[in-house]
């Protein structure tokens, strides 16, 4: 395993490039983790992880909780699509396998969806944000 938030990124971004809800709105290649600002329209960013590491657990297991924002980008249909997305996005991660290569998901949370105006509204983006707080386990 490595980093537990980029493990996390990792089965988040596999589970999303895997459901068709969401590429038949945002292109595979669109969803990424990295900056923030999009070089690509529509996609799906996952940027700003922490990690928190909890403990030990049984078994020599280890616990950590992770937060990830997960950034909305649309340009084409404004609001709608970009909506639409998170919708499709939100879905996946709630369908999401509790087990990965290394890890096991006991607990995964999206306690809030922001829309936010673009700072340049003449460019016409909306931008969303998906929290994400995981609590992960993996052995070492």
């Avoid at 690509?40 to 990690?51: F, R």
């Avoid at 649309?74 to 709608?80: R, S």
């Avoid at 290569?101 to 983006?125: C, H, N």
Wanted: glycine content about 6%.
């Amino acid at each position: 395993m490595i980093e537990p938030s980029v493990s996390l990124q990792t089965a988040l971004r596999t589970t999303l490039i895997t459901d068709t809800a969401v590429t038949a709105l945002v292109q595979p290649a669109n969803i990424r983790s990295g900056s923030t600002r999009p070089d690509k329209h529509a996609c799906v960013i996952m940027s700003g992880a922490s990690t928190e590491y909890l403990g030990r657990a049984a078994g020599d297991q280890h616990l950590a909780q992770i937060n990830l924002d997960v950034h909305i980008w649309a340009i084409e249909d404004g609001a709608d699509t970009a909506k639409a997305i998170g919708f499709a996005v939100a879905q996946a991660v709630l369908a999401m396998s509790d087990t990965h290569d290394g890890f096991e998901i006991d607990s995964l949370d999206q306690p809030r969806m922001i829309w936010l105006r673009d700072v340049q509204p003449e460019l016409s983006y909306t931008h969303g944000l998906l929290e994400i707080e995981a609590i992960i386990r993996w052995r070492v």
